[in-house]
């Protein structure tokens, strides 16, 4: 997260000449090898993101993937929104063949209603996080990385391996996923509702979630 003094302490030029060497050798040692980033940590760091790109385009550098972090809560529609926005920035200097990925992504460090260390392990967590998926569908982002699997309150399970509420849901989204083929549902809207279905030889499968409901 470059873009953070707290993992970052030099310039944005001293990021990109460090990316410049680090990806340039690397291809030339092997150029099989995908190189990416910045991994940065406000995806709407447009000054940021323009100066990455703007070296990237004029050295021609390799640029396999861009990266990004995103935690929001209040509407899981707006990590579309971000990634469809980071697509149409990268065609605009004409990276179609750079992918996007995501590397770190949860809803937050906190919560509306109260705030305390476990605060995430509740249904909003659950419903965002199936919602959240349920909008990447339509993306074309190549790999999306839940932060993360055991880490207090981000974590998917707690100490002892057992489900929390967006372990859950990820459970529940395999699921659906899993051997299945997604058909078409409607009553979905981008503010709060969304409504998955896939179907299988033998059965349907319906997801529904609800993050604006008490």
Known sequence: EPDLHEFWSGTVQDYIELYRIAATTIKNYNPYIKIGGPAIANPMNMGFIHEFLD??????LPLDFFSYHMYYLPNPYQYKLINDYLRQVLDNYGLHDTELVNTEWNTGIFNPNEFNEFSLDDAQNAANLVSVFHYMQDTDIELFFRYAF??????????NGNLRYPGLAYKAFRELCQNSIRISAQGSDNISKTI???????EIQILVADNAST
């Open 150 to 159: 055991r880490n207090y309150w981000f974590g998917m399970v707690d100490d």
């Open 196 to 202: 998955s279905a896939a179907k299988t030889e033998n």
């Open 55 to 60: 070296s990237v385009s004029t050295h021609n």
